[in-house]
């Protein structure tokens, strides 16, 4: 294969789908092949910015001595702390979590399209059909991997500097937590397994807009380039970017309420005492308490951290599909429409 004469990656990558498809991957089925993109796109995006991602985290929960920090003096002071993984804490419960959530966010959005789209033809085949597929979806992959997720926010919550001794986010006590398994055990003792799912609530309540309006984004711009730019890494790179930024900027303070319910527990052993009944509680306490703007703390974080997460989660999912010898989503619409 002469694929070093390319002209374009993108027509790298084409050249190599047709030499997976008639070889190593011929016999896959489409839906495993699309966990394994959907999976491999999601731990990427999550390992690239999972620095900005535990700052944020610390600036949601309103951890003492990182509040009123900003971004590059938040990353210094955990440097300091915790040695260079401190940046990284919490990212191994992260990409656990997000390899089963992406596989099954993208593989269950295809799924779902594929069902709607030849049960429901009325609706048509434009991008209304990416925004109720990718809220199904998004739904689906949230109820199966959550106790991940509030594994991974508890140990990024934590501080601890390099002699062992809790900085911050608990006083004058031993971690809390050890790791995924400690953190799981501990919480379904104390709660059983609704505990562990503690902060589902706003979770499913942002997901299912974000889920979608982000698919809906990703594609309906996609579908507006002209046709010779649609393959192009640089386009899907910015319609990811884009696609990321909008959801979340609609869905952040849900995000918020979120991660003070996930760390309530620890911020009662510590310096506050946080629950709330509910999303809307939630969001009404912290609005009286904290201030509206705690609702949008760390956005600014959040946005940096979105543009190159969404990008590189669209891109590469894409790109892997490709790879994989997986059709194009527009010609697997057309082909199910017209069946």
């Not at 309103?62 to 509040?67: A, D, E, V």
């Not at 390899?99 to 959005?109: K, N």
């Not at 779902?112 to 991008?127: A, R």
């Not at 308490?289 to 590189?312: C, D, E, K, M």
Request: proline share 4%; aromatic share 10%; with cysteine.
């Amino acid at each position: 294969m002469d694929s070093s004469q390319g002209s374009t990656i993108a027509g790298f990558v084409d050249n190599a789908s047709i030499q997976r498809k008639q070889s190593s991957f011929d016999g896959v089925p489409v839906y495993v092949k699309e966990l394994i993109a959907g999976g491999f796109a999601g731990a990427l995006s999550k390992t690239a910015v999972a620095p900005l991602e535990r700052v944020k985290i610390l600036w949601q929960t309103r951890t003492p001595g990182f509040h009123s920090l900003g971004v590059y003096e938040s990353m210094n002071k955990l440097v300091k702390r915790e040695g260079f993984q401190g940046l990284y804490k919490g990212n191994g419960a992260g990409v656990i979590r997000i390899v089963p959530y992406a596989a099954l966010h993208f593989m269950t959005y295809e799924r779902y399209k594929s069902w709607i789209l030849n049960n429901y033809p009325v609706l048509g085949s434009g991008p209304c059909i990416d925004l109720l597929a990718g809220s199904a979806a998004g739904g689906t992959s949230v109820l199966c991997t959550y106790p991940l997720d509030l594994a991974r926010t508890k140990l990024a919550y934590q501080v601890v500097d390099t002699r062992g001794d809790i900085k911050d986010g608990i006083r004058g006590v031993q971690p809390t937590h050890n790791g995924i398994k400690g953190v799981l055990t501990s919480v379904y003792k104390e709660g059983g397994a609704r505990g562990l799912y503690r902060g589902a609530g706003p979770t499913l309540t942002g997901i299912l807009p974000y889920a979608g309006l982000k698919f809906y984004m990703y594609e309906k711009l996609k579908t507006n380039l002209p046709e010779e730019h649609q393959k192009s890494i640089v386009m899907r790179l910015s319609c990811g970017a884009l696609a990321g930024l909008f959801g979340q900027t609609l869905t952040y303070p849900l995000d918020v309420v979120k991660r003070q319910m996930q760390v309530g527990s620890l911020q009662n052993a510590s310096h506050e005492n946080v629950r709330y009944k509910n999303t809307i509680d939630g969001l009404r306490t912290i609005v009286r308490t904290q201030g509206w703007r705690q609702l949008f703390h760390g956005v600014s974080i959040n946005y940096i951290r979105i543009v190159p997460s969404a990008a590189i989660s669209f891109t590469t999912y894409d790109m892997t599909k490709s790879w994989l010898g997986i059709p194009p989503q527009q010609q697997k619409s057309r082909s199910v429409s017209a069946a």
